[in-house]
């Protein structure tokens, strides 16, 4: 009973809210996918595979993005190559260089999310309605904005150091 009152206190912070919020978005998202048959990729392969442009992007590019090590995304993309959601092509810019982009098993997977998450949209719109759905959309970027500046001012001050 303690516990219980303890964790319901500490969901009621921002990042509780939050938390949840994601928590059971990508619950219902992954559900969605694991029907249509694309159950087992991880967070970070998701991830990942987010970040692929059409005609490909090299592994440096997805690491940057991410925020991880090439090597951990060079992991990801030879498990989601070998599952058959990626291939590996020659950049048609420097012959040096490959490039990661969708099979067609991929770019089925990257319409099954947006699908799901427009699906999921459409559930939440009769508890919160279109105006509640765009102020939520306005609350969250300026949260993202307001915490991003103070992360900024903290890379400034670290640097000054």
């Known amino acids: 009973m303690v516990e219980e009152r303890a964790l319901q206190e500490a969901n009621r912070h921002l ?3 939050l938390w949840s919020a994601f928590q059971a978005f990508h619950g219902r998202v992954s559900a969605q996918l694991a029907k249509r048959g694309h159950d087992g990729l991880t967070g970070a392969q998701a991830s ?3 970040q692929l442009e059409p005609l490909g992007t090299r592994a440096s590019v997805v690491a940057e993005r991410m925020g991880i090590s090439k090597q951990a995304v060079s992991q990801f993309i030879d498990e989601l190559e070998r599952i058959g959601y990626v291939e590996r092509v020659p950049d048609p810019l420097d012959a040096r260089a490959k490039l990661v982009r969708c099979t067609r098993k991929g770019a089925r997977y990257r319409r ?3 699908a ?3 699906a ?3 559930e939440v719109l009769p508890r919160i309605g279109q105006r509640g759905l765009a102020e939520l959309r306005t609350q ?3 949260v993202t904005e307001a915490l991003g500046e103070q992360e ?3 890379r400034l001050i670290a640097r000054q150091r």
């Open 15 to 17: 990042d509780g809210e």
């Open 48 to 50: 990942a595979m987010a």
């Open 112 to 114: 099954d999310v947006e």
């Open 116 to 118: 799901a998450r427009e």
């Open 120 to 122: 999921i949209e459409k």
């Open 140 to 142: 969250l970027q300026r």
């Open 152 to 154: 900024s001012e903290i």
